[in-house]
C-alpha cells in the first residue's frame, strides 16, 4: 500500500519547484475554461481540477440533451487540457466531504470555486413534496445517467398528463425528450434506463406553463423550433395570448432574442390545425399563469396543479413581472416538472448571498460577505455558475473564466498571492486523500470509464452507453490499476 502511494504521489507530483498551486473545484465549463486559460497565461502553474464525480464535464455531460452531440464535442477542447503537463483531474472528490473548503485553501496559493448549481429553486406553494414532483434537474440528471438520480422513480407508464413550469430552455429540453419519438433518441447517448421508462411511457400531453407571456418566454429560438418541429405533435397556443400591449412592444424592440421567439410562437399559433386527432400527442403552451398549489389525490399522489391567471405590470425596470389575478384554474395530471432554475448550494465556511444564490464576488474575487463593503478572501474565486447564478450558456463560461483568470492575475501582480511562498499542492491534496482512503479517480481512470461506455454503446448504436450508478462508474475506472 506505501508502494502504491509512493508511485501514486509521484507519478502526480509537481514538474516545477515552486508553481503556482492552483486548485480548481468542479470541472464543467467554468472550470475547464478557467484551468486552461490559467495554463496559457501563467507557465509556472499548476493547476489540479476537483470533481465529486468519477467523471468530468458537469453539464455538458449531465444537463445537455442526449439529442444534442453537436454540443458536446467541446469535451475534446476540455480533455485537452486535462492531458497538459502541468494539468491533474480527480474526479471522486467532494468539497464539503472529502476534504473542507479551509484545507483544500492550506494546499493551495488560489482555489477557484466553479462548482455549479446541484440544488433547484422552489415554489414555496402547499403540495411542492407530492409524490410525482421533481424538478427538472433530477429529470434531466435521470435521462442523463448521473448516479444521483439513476433511481428516481417516474412511472411514466400510467401517465398520461405531464405539466413542466417554467418556459426556459430546460423547460423545452425536457419537453423535447418527453413528446420526440424514442425511436429517435434510440441512437443517442441517452440513458439506457431513460429510453426504456420513455419506450412504454403513456404521455398523450405536455403543458409548458409561463407566468408570463410569449413576449417574454425565457427560451432561444433554434430550441424553440426544434421542439415545435417534433414530428406528428399538435401544438396548442391561444391566439388571444399573443395580443401585444405596447409595454410588450417596447420590450420586444429592444431584444432580437425575444421577437423571434414570439414570431415562432405566432406562427406555431396560426398554422396548426384547429384540433389535435385522437391518436396525436400534443404540446399546450399556457401563458399568464403562476403555480398556485398542487393537488393531491388522496394518497399523497400529484392530480393537478391549480394556476392563478396573471396579469403583467411594469416595474420600471423594463421588465414586466406577473401579478396574480385571484382567476384560477386547474390542469390535471400525473407528473409535474418544475424548471424554474437551478440553485448553487454553499460549503461550510464559504460566504454565500442566500438570496442571489451566488457567492459574492468581485470580477470573480470571492467577498468575506455580502455586505457592499466586504473585504477580499484572499486566494478564494469563483466562477461559472457558483459566480453569476444559473443562466447562461457554455460559451457564456468562457467569458466568466476570463475574468476569473484576470483578477487572479492582477493578484499576482499586485503580491496577493505569492507564488514563492511554498504550498503543498498536489502531494498534499493527493496525501490527505489517501489519508481518508478517498478513491482518487484521475483522468486517466476516466478515460477507462469512457472507453467501457463507448464499447457498450458501439454494441447498441449509440455513441456511448452511460455508466450510471456510482458501482458501476467506480468499477470501470479501475482506480486499483495505477499501482
Ligand atoms: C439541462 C441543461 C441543458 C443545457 N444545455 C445546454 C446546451 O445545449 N448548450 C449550451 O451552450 N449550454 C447548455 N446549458 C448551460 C451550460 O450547461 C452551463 O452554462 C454550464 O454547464 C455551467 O457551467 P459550470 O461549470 O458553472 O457548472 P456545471 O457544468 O454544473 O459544473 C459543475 C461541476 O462541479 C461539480 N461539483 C459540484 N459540487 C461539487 C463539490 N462539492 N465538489 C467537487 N465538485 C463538485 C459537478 O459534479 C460538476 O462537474 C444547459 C444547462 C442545463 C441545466
Ligand atoms: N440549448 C441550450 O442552449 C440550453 C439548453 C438548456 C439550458 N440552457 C441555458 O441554461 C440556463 C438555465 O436554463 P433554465 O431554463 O433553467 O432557466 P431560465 O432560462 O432562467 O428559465 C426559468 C423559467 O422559470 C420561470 N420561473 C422562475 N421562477 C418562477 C416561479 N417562481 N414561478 C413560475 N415560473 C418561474 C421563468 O419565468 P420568468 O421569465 O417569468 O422569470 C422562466 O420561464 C439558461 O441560460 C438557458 O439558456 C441552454
Request: with cysteine; glycine share 8%; proline share 5%.
Amino acid at each position: 500500500m506505501a508502494m502504491c502511494r509512493m508511485i501514486f504521489l509521484r507519478r502526480f507530483s509537481s514538474i516545477s519547484s515552486n508553481p503556482l498551486r492552483v486548485c480548481v473545484v468542479g470541472s464543467g465549463p467554468a472550470g475547464f475554461y478557467t484551468a486552461e486559460k490559467m495554463l496559457k497565461r501563467h507557465e509556472a502553474a499548476q493547476v489540479d481540477i476537483i470533481d465529486r464525480l468519477p467523471m468530468p464535464f458537469g453539464l455538458v455531460r449531465s444537463g445537455v440533451a442526449p439529442d444534442h452531440p453537436e454540443t458536446k464535442i467541446v469535451v475534446n477542447q476540455f480533455s485537452r487540457v486535462c492531458h497538459h503537463e502541468r494539468c491533474s483531474f480527480f474526479g471522486n472528490v467532494m468539497l464539503g466531504s472529502s476534504l473542507s473548503l479551509p484545507e483544500l485553501r492550506s494546499l493551495y496559493h488560489a482555489v477557484v470555486l466553479a462548482y455549479g448549481a446541484e440544488s433547484d429553486r422552489s415554489l414555496g406553494i402547499p403540495g411542492e413534496d407530492l409524490s410525482g414532483i421533481h424538478s427538472a434537474r433530477e429529470f434531466v440528471w435521470w435521462y442523463n445517467g448521473h448516479p444521483d438520480c439513476r433511481n428516481l422513480e417516474l412511472y411514466l407508464k400510467n401517465t398520461q398528463k405531464v405539466v413542466i413550469l417554467g418556459q426556459g430552455n430546460v423547460a423545452l429540453d425536457v419537453a423535447r425528450i418527453l413528446l420526440r419519438p424514442t425511436v429517435e433518441l434510440a441512437t443517442t447517448d441517452i440513458a439506457n434506463h431513460a429510453l426504456a421508462t420513455l419506450q412504454e411511457s403513456s404521455i398523450r400531453k405536455v403543458y409548458l406553463v409561463g407566468r408570463r407571456g410569449p413576449a417574454q418566454a425565457a427560451c432561444t429560438a433554434k430550441e424553440l423550433r426544434e421542439v415545435l418541429g417534433i414530428k406528428d405533435l399538435y401544438v396548442g397556443i391561444s391566439e388571444s395570448d399573443l395580443l401585444k400591449t405596447p409595454a410588450d412592444e417596447e420590450e420586444l424592440k429592444n431584444d432580437r432574442i425575444r421577437r423571434r421567439v414570439y414570431e415562432l410562437l405566432s406562427k406555431a399559433a396560426t398554422s396548426n390545425q384547429s384540433s389535435p386527432r385522437s391518436d396525436q400527442h400534443e404540446l399546450h403552451f399556457v401563458f399568464f399563469h403562476k403555480p398556485d398549489r398542487f393537488l393531491d389525490d388522496g394518497h399523497g399522489h400529484v392530480t393537478a396543479v391549480r394556476l392563478e391567471k396573471t396579469a403583467l405590470r411594469g416595474n420600471g425596470s423594463g421588465k414586466q413581472i406577473a401579478i396574480g389575478t385571484g382567476e384560477f384554474q386547474d390542469i390535471e395530471c400525473e407528473m409535474v416538472l418544475k424548471s424554474i432554475g437551478y440553485k448553487s448550494v454553499p460549503v461550510d465556511g464559504l460566504p454565500f448571498d442566500h438570496q442571489a444564490g451566488v457567492v459574492p464576488n468581485v470580477r470573480g474575487r470571492v467577498l468575506c460577505d455580502t455586505s457592499g463593503e466586504s473585504a477580499i478572501e484572499e486566494g478564494l474565486y469563483v466562477c461559472g455558475w457558483l459566480k453569476r447564478g444559473p443562466t447562461g450558456i457554455i460559451a457564456t463560461n468562457l467569458y466568466c473564466a476570463e475574468e476569473t483568470v484576470v483578477s487572479i492575475s492582477e493578484d499576482i501582480d499586485r503580491g496577493v498571492l505569492v507564488p514563492s511562498l511554498p504550498k503543498p499542492g498536489r502531494d498534499g491534496l493527493l496525501q490527505l486523500l489517501d489519508d481518508r482512503n478517498v478513491r482518487v479517480v484521475p483522468f486517466s481512470n476516466w478515460e477507462k470509464i469512457d472507453s467501457e461506455e463507448r464499447r457498450l454503446g458501439s454494441l447498441r448504436n449509440k455513441p456511448r452507453e452511460k455508466l450510471a450508478t456510482w458501482d458501476e462508474l467506480l468499477r470501470a475506472s479501475d482506480t486499483n490499476q495505477l499501482c
